[in-house]
């Protein structure tokens, strides 16, 4: 790994990096995973944040029961065209986002193959 660290934040579920979460995605507003405007929602889990001398730690929510690819491929899509880091492929954000597309492709497949 690379030895810069940006912020003292724990590693959150699923490989969530808690600083590249969006305020409204902390405040469970909007999907963890692919940054939809939840509808109904499942628990991811919680990460933990250092702002100034206080850790706050945040419950993340995710789609339920799945994001759907359509959200997912335009979270990671959006991201990457205006991420510096994806463009040289070592993007943890880029990646996470793009194994929710993934995650999601799967479970639609599972479905339809019923
Ligand atoms: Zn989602
Ligand atoms: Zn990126």
Do not use: F
Not at 1 to 11: D, E, I, L, N, S
Not at 14 to 19: N, Q, V, Y
Not at 59 to 69: E, F, I, K, R, Y
Not at 89 to 110: F, N
């Amino acid at each position: 790994m690379k030895g810069h660290q940006p912020a003292t934040t724990a590693p959150g579920p699923a490989g969530i990096d808690p600083a590249a979460l969006t305020r409204e995605q902390l405040h469970g507003w909007r999907c963890a995973l692919c940054g939809t405007l939840l509808t109904g929602d499942r628990p991811l889990g919680t990460v933990t944040i250092s702002q100034s001398p206080t850790l706050t730690t945040y419950p993340l929510w995710a789609c339920d029961p799945n994001c759907t690819t359509e959200n997912a491929w335009r979270a990671a899509i959006g991201h990457a065209a205006g991420c510096e880091a994806c463009r040289t492929g070592e993007c943890e954000t880029g990646q996470r986002l793009l194994d929710a597309y993934s995650a999601a492709i799967r479970q639609e497949h599972a479905e339809g193959a019923g």
